[in-house]
């Protein structure tokens, strides 16, 4: 039941993050992770030093759409960054520790924050597609059966055994992100919520939707929870954003069908928006005080 915990166990992230730091002389501070559609986030780095994923020792590889399969890094005005151009998902295949083996690779790499981005579906019937929601707490729908990525033995090197996640969206970062989306002009698509994460790929049925809903979720996805138990459990603050690509749909009256390239699409549209969002956002962020 334990034999994947080696695909993000302490041995192999050093060996992983070491590789990394003999290949750039950029020290992140900063972790940025993009969602489906949102890989052009990584083009605010300067002066770029980039991996494909194939190149990258113990690294997985992208396999879906929209996720090129890089990791770049580079300068954000002056903070050290690195982006994860694509991420990993249960539904590829790949066990749950390897899913979030990056987010112990930037830990290692000495990443204080990091800052998720995701493509989901407005549950919140307030919602529009191209709001931008700011995660306040999530619901782990796979964490409810056992399907969590700190199962198996904890190693103290990263954290302890039962850590806390009522903490786990960071507030003072959750009230930056907020003021700096209204001082760009963004506060009529501005939301806070709750995201849902499940196994997918199929899209959810309409019970599931209304299911999900009635338990306080605002939108529901396929990833970011995942990680951010990770970096909250070794201690690196967290931002999550989730861009509504598409609205549930929660009514039998309603033809409309969740669809990838809808969720790219929508991901293209609003691309500048976020990519303002984060270069006014990043250097802000303050330093240190990891907790
Ligand atoms: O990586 P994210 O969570 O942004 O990707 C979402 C969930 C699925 O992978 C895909 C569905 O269109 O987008
Ligand atoms: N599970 C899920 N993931 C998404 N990613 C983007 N839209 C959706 C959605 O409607 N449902």
């Known amino acids: 039941m334990f034999s994947e915990s080696a695909a993000n166990g302490f041995e192999e992230c050093s060996a992983t993050a070491k590789w990394l730091l003999s290949k750039t002389e950029i020290r992140p501070l900063v972790g940025i992770v993009c969602g489906s559609g949102l890989g052009s986030l990584a083009d605010i780095l300067e002066d770029q030093i980039a991996f494909q994923y194939s190149e990258i020792p113990n690294f997985p590889k992208s396999t879906v759409h929209g996720h090129a399969g890089r990791l770049v890094f580079g300068m954000l005005k002056k903070t ?94 959750h009230q930056l992100a907020h003021g700096v989306g209204v001082e760009l002009g963004y506060g009529d698509f501005l939301r806070e919520g709750v995201y849902c994460v499940l196994g997918g790929p199929s899209f959810e049925t309409i019970a599931e939707c209304r299911l999900i809903n009635k338990l306080g979720a605002d939108a529901v996805g396929m990833s970011t929870v995942h990680e951010v138990i990770v970096a909250r459990h070794c201690g690196m603050r967290v931002l999550a954003l989730s861009l509504i690509t598409n609205k549930a749909v929660l009514s039998y009256e309603n033809q409309e069908k969740a669809n990838h390239e809808e969720v790219l699409q929508t991901g293209r549209w609003r691309a500048e928006q976020l990519v303002k969002l984060f270069t006014t956002l990043v250097p802000r962020i303050p330093r240190g005080n990891n907790t």
Request: net charge negative; proline share 6%; with cysteine.
């Open 80 to 173: 050290p960054c690195v982006c994860m151009q694509g991420r990993f998902h249960l539904y590829e295949g790949y066990s749950i520790q390897k899913v979030t083996m990056p987010i112990r690779i930037f830990k290692l790499l000495g990443v204080e924050t990091v800052l998720l981005t995701n493509a989901a579906g407005g549950l919140n019937q307030d919602y529009n597609v191209g709001d931008i929601m700011i995660i306040k707490d999530h619901i782990n729908m796979p964490g409810f059966v056992g399907i969590h990525p700190l199962s198996g033995p904890n190693d103290e090197r990263f954290g302890i055994r039962f850590p806390s996640m009522s903490d786990a969206y960071d507030r003072e970062l």
